[in-house]
Every structure is written in structure tokens, then in C-alpha cells.
């Protein structure tokens, strides 16, 4: 039963499995690099402004965490567009995986600010 869902929804399935191991690849990057310290981290860069957001050090996981509630309102959303709209439903899961990738990109910039 599962290998005949998971044959028949295989793009769903690698598509939400990517996201998931981008946005875990996150936390754990940024756990390994990030450690707890008293003075403020940079945590947002502009071109125009430089360092404009400085804050705890701890506040570096939200953007991870931004990263897996995007996931889960995503992928409910795509689980009920799954019987309703396949084209729809694969945007979806599709956007969700580039979300990932863009804060993966400004994880690994934030750190290199910070080091």
C-alpha cells in the first residue's frame, strides 16, 4: 500500500524529503557554527545600510524555524490540493522548497558576517 503511493506520488514525496533534510541541514548548520555567546550576533545585512538587525544569539533559529512553519502550512496546503489540483499542488511543495534554499543561502551569509 505505502510503496504504491509512494510509486505513484514520487515528485511529492522527493520534493517534501528535500525540504525537510534542507530545512533540518539548516538547524544543524546553524547549531554547529552558532554557539551561545553575551555579545549581540549581526543577523541582517543590506547592501544600501550594512548591518541593520542585531540581536541575541539565539535569535539566529528563527530563521530555521521561519523555514519549518512555511513547511507545515505548505504541506497541508498540499495535501489538500493533492485530489484538487496536481499542477497547484506541486507549485506548492515546489515553493516551499526554494523558501528553503533562500534561507539556507542567508543562513550561510549571517554566519559569515558573524565570523
Known amino acids: ?24 541541514g539548516l538547524w544543524g548548520f546553524l547549531a554547529y557554527n552558532i554557539h551561545p555567546q553575551p555579545e549581540p550576533l549581526f543577523l541582517h545585512y543590506n547592501i544600501f545600510f550594512g548591518v541593520d538587525f542585531i540581536g541575541a544569539w539565539y535569535r539566529i533559529f528563527f530563521l530555521p524555524g521561519f523555514g519549518l512553519g512555511v513547511l507545515l502550512m505548505n504541506a497541508i496546503l498540499a495535501f489538500f490540493l493533492l485530489k484538487r ?31
Open 1 to 24: 500500500m505505502i510503496f504504491q503511493l509512494l510509486r505513484r506520488y514520487y515528485k511529492t514525496f522527493l520534493l517534501l524529503l528535500f525540504t525537510v533534510l534542507f530545512n533540518a
Open 85 to 115: 489540483d496536481l499542477v497547484l499542488h506541486y507549485l506548492v511543495l515546489s515553493t516551499t522548497l526554494v523558501i528553503q534554499i533562500i534561507l539556507i543561502v542567508a543562513g550561510i551569509l549571517i554566519v559569515l558576517i558573524n565570523s
